[in-house]
């Protein structure tokens, strides 16, 4: 059986998107996930991506499931829901496993209804109750981090020169940290200007990446809740711009580029 996919990328954190709203795939795994991503022996990427009918009681128009490089299925991603909005080619409501977000479609990209984030530390989740405005912990010179579930867990780090971290090799630790049940992504981020972040991520899972949009919603409302930025901030990260805006109900809006890269077809049995 061949199947036909949709290389996207959102910023450079790129995507293989398969399709099976119309005609039903074949049921994916971790190991085909893992497969499929491989950059040297599959067709590589950061996420696979899935679509999927949603059910019959859900108010989304469809499912989408994401898979990490390594094959763990996670809840959310936002550089993926703007490549979602721009291969649908329209509005609507997409069910994920972190909830359900609305996404549209614009010029070159899309701007995607994170929706609230969560703060409680069962929420992120957390091992144990701690404040997770300002955690009292750290790992070397990475102190006191927040925590915020965007419809997956972040630990964002203020520190002065986001560049100067040690990302690569602080990542990995603190990812698989036992303080974090579900593991974590790991966001360095620093104020470079008015409204103005810049930020790096080690995405669980995936490690650096050139961008990640829950990275960039969980950031900008952490710096939004120090009193760091104010409502509309512009993240920039490694592969480009994000804007984030944080309502006054505390709804996160993330609005920035999507693009196609190439199409092609695989032989699923040679991955499964």
Same mark, same amino acid.
């Given at each position: 059986?061949?199947v036909?996919?949709?290389k996207?990328?959102?910023l450079?954190?790129?995507?293989?998107?398969?399709?099976?709203?119309g005609?039903?795939?074949p049921?994916?795994?971790?190991?085909?996930?893992?497969a499929?991503?491989d950059?040297?022996?599959?067709?590589?990427?950061?996420?696979?991506?899935?679509l999927?009918?949603?059910?019959?009681?859900?108010?989304a128009?469809?499912?989408?499931?994401?898979?990490?490089?390594?094959?763990?299925?996670?809840?959310?991603?936002?550089?993926?829901?703007?490549a979602v909005?721009?291969?649908?080619?329209?509005?609507?409501?997409?069910?994920t +496993?972190?909830? !359900?977000? =609305?996404v549209?479609?614009?010029?070159?990209g899309a #701007? %995607?209804?994170?929706?609230v *984030?969560?703060? /409680?530390w069962?929420?992120i989740?957390?091992?144990?109750a701690?404040?997770t405005?300002?955690?009292?912990?750290?790992w070397?010179?990475?102190?006191?981090?927040?925590?915020?579930?965007?419809?997956?867990?972040?630990?964002?780090?203020f520190?002065?020169?986001?560049?100067?971290?040690?990302?690569?090799?602080?990542?990995?630790?603190?990812?698989n940290?036992e303080?974090?049940?579900?593991?974590?992504?790991?966001?360095?981020?620093s104020?470079?200007?008015?409204?103005?972040?810049?930020?790096?991520?080690?995405?669980?899972?995936?490690?650096?990446?050139?961008?990640?949009?829950?990275?960039?919603? +969980?950031?900008a !409302?952490? =710096?939004?809740?120090?009193?760091l930025?104010?409502? #509309? %901030?512009?993240?920039t990260? *490694?592969?480009? /711009?994000?804007?984030?805006?944080?309502?006054e109900?505390?709804?996160?809006?993330?609005?920035?580029?999507?693009?196609?890269?190439?199409c092609?077809?695989?032989?699923?049995?040679?991955f499964?």
């Open positions: 059986m061949r036909e996919f949709t996207m990328h959102g450079g954190n790129d995507f293989v998107m398969l399709d099976g709203r005609n039903a795939l049921a994916m795994t971790p190991g085909i996930a893992k499929l991503a950059r040297h022996t599959g067709i590589g990427c950061d996420q696979l991506i899935v999927e009918p949603a059910a019959a009681s859900s108010p128009d469809f499912r989408m499931r994401i898979f990490n490089h390594d094959g763990g299925e996670v809840e959310a991603c936002g550089n993926a829901s703007r909005a721009l291969l649908h080619g329209s509005d609507a409501r997409v069910e +496993a972190g909830g !359900v977000i =609305a549209a479609p614009s010029d070159g #701007s %995607v209804d994170m929706g *984030p969560r703060f /409680d069962d929420a989740p957390l091992a144990y701690m404040d405005a300002a955690m009292p912990v750290g070397e010179d990475l102190t006191e981090p927040s925590a915020v579930n965007v419809g997956n867990p972040h630990a964002v780090f520190v002065e020169d986001a560049d100067a971290v040690a990302l690569d090799r602080l990542g990995p630790q603190i990812e940290d303080l974090f049940p579900e593991r974590v992504n790991v966001n360095v981020a104020v470079v200007g008015d409204n103005h972040l810049r930020l790096r991520v080690w995405e669980r899972g995936v490690g650096l990446t050139r961008a990640c949009g829950t990275g960039a919603c +969980a950031t !409302v952490a =710096a939004f809740k120090r009193g930025v104010g409502r #509309s %901030v512009t993240v990260l *490694p592969g480009g /711009d994000l804007t984030i805006d944080i309502g109900d505390d709804r996160i809006t993330m609005t920035g580029p999507a693009q196609t890269s190439f092609g077809s695989f032989a699923w049995d040679d499964a």
